[in-house]
């Protein structure tokens, strides 16, 4: 009679725990993963890679080397109080890595060689060997990193500008001194915790790489303020002399540089996910 | 008709409600967070707030409880976290991010660092400062620069005793008699090797000490607003 009794109060309980939390629940908590993640994080890196290259470019070309002629200066300590200086181009592209780790989206940029000037940034292990294997086939390396569950790009970042070489040629801890236009120089990687995204997903991380660039660079404009005789800020730059472009002008550049190719890999993306629909409709 | 209940068992409910209401006052008001705390705030942590680091994880508890059962029956892909969300690197950043940081974090994640990830778990703020221990670091060990700069050398070694000559001589305990891993102190590293901080006083300043390094700082920590934030 007890036991009737109390297995009646169990069933109750059991019966008024599963209306609790299935009959009368909220909606369902959305799940981390995107359920419409369907463009490949190589794709994703393919595109960031582009940009990346594109501002690089356009960094050492028109910022370090045309403004170098022009009386700029840029150093590997240009954060000194005392020295009136910019970022190198590696030191550009790891502000912009910093200002991506600032964001809640989790993409990360990193600059590596396996001649650096600095010892702290040669290649190690796994990277290593991946970057071995880039030199040798010239082709991007894509792999999975198990201790950080990380999804890793790793890209040639090439000898583009004659700045590039000769800076590291003369460096006096440069550990190679015969580099070539052309060459690959060292590799960019990029982290993401997934394997794919949604289209969303992809032009958010985009979103966030151009506001990166757009920091970086006016973090540079910030310090050129400090100068004794900064250069003009306007829409002109420094290959036409001692001027430098507004924040507004460079991302303008910017997106000039980088938008044909980056519309082509995100109609490339558009598509892969309309071809299924299409193979289904048949 | 009902039993009476005795006089004892009137007592014993009336213990069992006592005791189911005093744990819930200390568990769910805020003002009693502080009896329930694993142990004492790290150095620099008293006044800090428990929901600046417990953030209520996503969605109420039931849908978590809902969440989390459909997870166990194999109809959803991940579990969902439980009241409170983990606490992660986001949230020691909130206060402590800053532009010059020798060593962020977030460096540590790429792939060449495994061995030092392995040893020491450098992307994970609280790798090294573990909180709940009424310390500042609770990294004990002070020769840790060893797992990523055996190849260091100086273009100018300002040192009596080269930075590379230190390295072959396996002094990984001096590293820090000059440089704090962060770099937030403002401070001119000493130039001969008597004059670095001695390694006891490192350990003092992890234990919740002065700083050898000075109170100069770059950048300090934020401060939180009263809504834990």
Sequence with gaps: ?282 | MNKPTTPRKRQHLAFLLGIVLGLAGLLFLSQMDRFHIRGPMNTGHEDVKCMACHKDAPGSARQQIQANLQFVLGKRQNSANFIHAPVSNKECLECHERPNDNHPVYRFLEPRFLKARQALGPDRCLSCHAEHNGRRVTLTDTSYCRNCHKNTQLRKDPVDVPHDRLIALNLWDSCLGCHDFHGNHIRQPAKTVEKIIPPEKITAYFNGGLSPYGEQRHHQAKKETDDGR
């Design chain 1, 1 to 282: 009679m007890m036991v009737d009794k109390s297995n009646g109060i169990i069933v109750l309980t059991l019966v008024c725990l599963a209306i609790y939390l299935f009959v009368s629940a909220p909606p369902p908590l959305e799940t981390n993963k995107s359920e419409e993640a369907s463009i490949p994080v190589e794709q994703l890196f393919k595109l960031l890679q582009a940009e990346n290259a594109a501002v690089r470019a356009l960094w050492t070309q028109e910022i370090v080397g045309s403004g170098t002629k022009a009386g700029l200066k840029f150093d590997e300590h240009w954060r000194d109080k005392d020295l009136e200086a910019g970022p190198l181009p590696a030191l550009f592209l790891r502000e912009t890595a910093k200002s991506l780790e600032k964001s809640p989206v989790r993409i990360s940029l990193f600059l590596g060689s396996d001649f650096p000037i600095s010892p702290d940034n040669r290649f190690e292990g796994l990277q290593q060997d991946k970057f071995q294997l880039l030199r040798q086939t010239q082709q991007a390396q894509f792999f999975y990193v198990t201790d950080t569950h990380l999804y890793t790009g790793m890209f040639a970042d090439v000898a583009i500008a004659e700045p590039c070489i000769d800076c590291h040629n003369k460096h006096q801890q440069s550990p190679k001194r015969d580099w070539r236009l052309r060459d690959i120089m060292g590799g960019t990687t990029w982290l993401y915790p997934a394997p794919a995204v949604s289209l969303e997903e992809l032009f958010r991380v985009l979103t966030v790489f151009h506001q990166s660039v757009q920091e970086a660079y006016s973090t540079y404009l910030d310090k050129v303020k400090t100068f004794a005789n900064p250069p003009v800020l306007g829409e002109h730059w420094p290959r036409e002399g001692y001027y430098l472009p507004s924040g507004e002008v460079f991302m303008r550049e910017v997106l000039a540089r980088t938008a044909p190719q980056t519309l082509s890999l995100i109609q490339q993306s558009i598509h892969r996910l309309e071809v299924p629909d299409h193979a289904s409709h048949r």
